[in-house]
């Protein structure tokens, strides 16, 4: 709940069934980057994705450093 700018980075080594849910609450923008050794599912090529403004997304970890991000993205 902020209006300035935050990047959450997603974690190497998080291991199968570990989540993470990001809400932004205010103006601020809000990016989801990957890591090293972090690799995205849902999407070929994964850089950072910004959440829209009061929206939210989840990380979800279905193997060891694999990752399928959902939600509410601009």
Known sequence: N???AVTVTLAAASVAGFSITIVRGNTGNVTI???S???RRNVATYT???ISQWGGAT???TA???VIVFGDFT
């Open 2 to 4: 902020t209006t300035s």
């Open 33 to 35: 980057a990957n890591t």
């Open 37 to 39: 050794g972090v690799t």
């Open 48 to 50: 950072s994705m910004n």
């Open 59 to 61: 990380a979800l970890y």
């Open 64 to 66: 060891t450093n694999q």
